[in-house]
């Protein structure tokens, strides 16, 4: 995934662009449904960390 090169070591995040639309960029935290670790080359792991507050106010998207 090639979000993923720029944040070695880090993390890329799942944002429900639905619960999310903010033309300041402004993400609330139930809009991220969870994140995907990415290794120190910059390649995902396979590693999903959901979010526990994501969805308080909805269902989750797929993510598979």
Do not use: C, F
Not at 10 to 30: F, L, M
């Amino acid at each position: 995934m090639a979000e993923a090169r720029p944040y070695p070591g880090g993390w890329v995040y799942e944002i429900d662009g639905a619960k999310g639309d903010d033309p300041h960029g402004e993400v609330p935290p139930t809009a991220i449904a969870g994140a995907w670790e990415v290794d120190s080359g910059g390649a995902l792991t396979g590693v999903y960390q959901a979010h526990p507050n994501y969805g308080a106010d909805g269902p989750r998207p797929a993510h598979g």
